[in-house]
């Protein structure tokens, strides 16, 4: 009896490590689809991407994986987290099982096929290249929430993709709370002279930006041994098994945030994935990240809390200052930092400052929630996107390029993915709270550029659990809460208000 | 009835398409393995890979499929393309379908695990930590030749994967020629006085190599719409599908012949399989290079008949002398012309001119034969190699590095592909001496840079049909003659007759 049950337990590890083979070689073709191939590959790459996709939907959804997923779970021999393992694997199962092969492929191919078009239409400022694409891609979500089913809103079925449990109501009430209190705190802001930024925009030759930016990822933590660092037209972390999780960067050498904060903040998300990502787990939930927002808090985590801090420059500035002294000579540290945390109304959500950054995560979540429930059409979307701008930031896009096409996520096939950014940030800003209480010295800690005491708390309360607690257990466990919004808004009123002279 | 055959033949091409696309996906994991993975991420990329090349071997052999090319073997309602795609997948399946899953998965991850030792070996010139290794795969080899059976001699088993129908007692014929012919000649040339070649070893800083050599790798017709060229440790070609053909380069900046010829040559097989895998003919026979001796042939083609050419130089020095203009002072054509042909006995075959290399070949031959037949053992070689050296070449190895480690073929479990170098550049020969017979101002042409008749001329004599023929009917075809190694010694004898002063 023990022996077989051992057996099927295996059986199950088996098709898990496979499928997970997969899938890591595709996000291997991915990664290497955004940075390296050539213009003519694409063709044959979609089709290959296709296959394993495929087949690691077919592998995981066998109806013989169900049986074996079926008798582990009534098998009482099991320990604690073989049955937890069993446990979360069935419930992707039964939700995997939903998807018809033949819909994974169509996604898949329509998903490749719309990357390409956006990338056109981006280039030209002109949605109607991407509008049939997209078009394609939201009748296909929508099937998805037919195929998924859900619950209060259509909506919901595809935000547990990224959120686990995560609702339209939950959603709605912490945007509640944005709009009002950070809303009128941004205004506030708006009012009172802004910093002066200029230095930050002379130039700043790429490869001096790289010395300095993989100088910094080393700071928190992050090891080329198992990783490593290329330009990409978007900077993202992908993991392709445990000891290989890579960022992206990429650099505009008249400004000096685009390279140095999009590399703390992919940073984030590897430190987080060699955390949760290791052998003894492979391919199982325990060894796989908690959710999307998990993984914005510890990006933004060590951007915004960490990289954005007074504190941190204090430490940084003069290693900053040696590569570049002409670019910030006679730039006090209190300038510098109160420049990287000027806060303005802008068009681009990943150049916006991390105040205003939740109107353009707002803004997306209205609209993809509109396209879900059918309450407006593709069609609408350029003039509902500027109008809410116009709304909610008081600018209104000159075209779609710094309008609407500015976002990858729905060519990829991506909605209910945006939400997470903003719950993110928040998840971090209550984390922040709660390590001070724990580590006394924090402050000076970020000064010295000791960050293995803030790592180490985020690898035993965060990292190493992978999928044991959900969302709102985790935090709890965490930081004794649940979630509250109000972290982030005492965190935003004591760093903004002095750097605006609020009171 | 019809309807039913068509049916099958789609069947036949989906499997075909599925297995292509998990082959090509693995070769983008194994090129990212030589060209970016961080050291950590060895374990679980070797994982992956035999995932991969497990179940690609388990669709091609599935006894289903083997049911499919049953059918369509008797179908005569079939195109003489298709017949001939059905007939030469029937045979791959027959060789195939005699390795069982287990030893394609044990196979993958020894090699997998010598690669790793085999470097550490090598940076260590250490045999002995190499050897178990080494061990592992000869006797998986022997295996592999009881597996599929052989005629007059085990080696051909072999062969087989790399130039079909290749015996022992061909490749002795030719390389009896080649003692008899060559290495005397080799001889003559050792006697008389070598050209100076110090100014190829100045310092060429490695930005600049390659801002030449992508010039060169251009001008023969390598588009980079459909390629890339990376830093790796080895050079090396290979395909992810129609439209990216991959090389990889590397450099010594105290030696100009290492990037630039490698790159030439990688190019080249860049080339044939640029012109043979076509989107029409994907995952098919047709669409598939035809031999590792023909993809030598095409390499060694551009890199030795053109690229080492007098009149080659004749049209490009001049380019060359505007990057380095300082290493280049006082050098003429005919100078820099014969430093990069001078012939010399030296230990490292890649590094090797193109007479000596042949003896390069021939000692790796005789290992191969003799580890394969049980006539030497493991720990032999470098004994047996560093005799054969003193014997063939009149140089005595240092130690392993220079020696019997420096080659990655038996870690990667290749053995029986060596011979095809040697045959590749007799091809090559022979394909030049009728194409300059087809081409009547080819010297002309390659001066003035106008690569793309002779690029033609092998587009359309050796790469569009793909498998269609055998090498000696492509062979025949193509030159109207079987081998000559004539052609070879008469190239050289003219050659190096001129550059070294013997009548």
Redesign the interface.
């Known amino acids: 009896m023990k022996r077989e049950e051992n057996d099927l337990y295996q059986s199950f590890l088996k098709t898990l490590?496979?499928v997970a083979?997969?899938r890591?070689?595709?996000d291997?073709?991915s990664w290497?689809q955004q940075v390296?191939?050539?213009?003519?590959?694409?063709?044959?790459?979609g089709?290959?991407m296709a296959?394993?996709g495929t087949?690691a939907h077919s592998f995981f959804t066998d109806s013989k994986f169900g049986e074996v997923l079926k008798r582990l779970c009534e098998d009482d021999t099991l320990s604690e987290d073989q049955r937890l393992n069993v446990k979360l694997v069935s419930r992707d199962y039964e939700r995997k099982k939903k998807y018809p092969s033949q819909f994974v492929e169509t996604l898949s191919y329509a998903t490749s096929e719309a990357f390409g078009k956006w990338h056109e239409a981006r280039s030209k400022s002109d949605f109607s290249i991407f509008k049939p694409s997209l078009e394609k891609i939201v009748k296909l979500k929508r099937e998805e929430t037919d195929l998924v089913g859900y619950g209060a809103h259509r909506y919901e079925a595809l935000l547990e993709d990224y959120e686990p449990g995560l609702t339209v109501k939950k959603i709605d009430a912490v945007f509640s709370d944005v709009k009002r209190e950070l809303f009128p705190f941004i205004k506030q802001i708006l009012s009172r002279p802004a910093p002066c930024v200029d230095f930050l925009e002379k130039k700043y030759p790429k490869d001096l930006q790289w010395k300095f930016s993989e100088m910094m990822v080393r700071q928190i933590g992050y090891d080329?041994?198992?990783?490593?660092a290329?330009m990409a037209p978007h900077p993202f972390c992908t993991t392709?098994?445990?000891?290989?999780v890579?960022i992206t960067i990429r650099s505009d050498e008249h400004h000096f945030n685009t390279m140095f904060f999009a590399a703390i903040h992919e940073a984030g998300h590897a430190l987080y994935e060699l955390g949760v990502v290791r052998?003894e787990n492979?391919s199982l939930p325990l060894g796989t990240a908690l959710s999307l927002a998990f993984h914005e808090s510890q990006s933004r985590f060590w951007e915004n809390n960490i990289a954005r801090s007074l504190p941190y420059w204090k430490g940084n500035f003069p290693r900053l200052t040696e590569i570049f002294p002409e670019n910030l000579r006679d730039v006090s540290v209190e300038s510098f930092y109160q420049a990287v945390n000027r806060v303005s109304q802008s068009f681009i959500r990943v150049e916006a400052d991390e105040l205003t950054y939740h109107a353009h995560i707002y803004i997306r979540y209205l609209i993809e929630k509109a396209l879900i429930s059918g309450e407006i059409e593709v069609g609408d979307v350029p003039k509902f996107w500027n109008d809410r701008y116009e709304e909610y930031l008081g600018i209104r896009p000159k075209n779609d390029t710094e309008g609407c096409l500015q976002d990858v996520h729905w060519a990829y096939g991506s909605m209910g993915y945006f939400p997470t950014y903003s719950l993110g940030s928040f998840y971090a800003a209550q984390l922040r709270a709660h390590m001070k209480k724990t580590l006394p010295d924090f402050e000076g800690m970020v000064t010295r550029g000791e960050m293995a005491p803030l790592l180490t708390w985020l690898r035993e309360n965060i990292h190493r659990t992978g999928r044991r607690y959900t969302s709102e257990e985790l935090l709890m466990k965490a930081t004794g809460e649940g979630l509250q919004f109000g972290h982030f808004m005492d965190y935003a009123k004591e760093k903004y208000g002095k750097i605006y002279g609020i009171k």
Chains 1, 2 share one sequence.
């Open positions: 490590a496979q083979d997969l890591f070689a595709n291997v073709l290497d390296n191939m050539p213009k003519n590959g694409a063709t044959a790459r089709r290959q296959t394993l087949l080329f041994s198992s990783g490593r290329d392709f098994g445990p000891g290989d890579r052998e492979y």
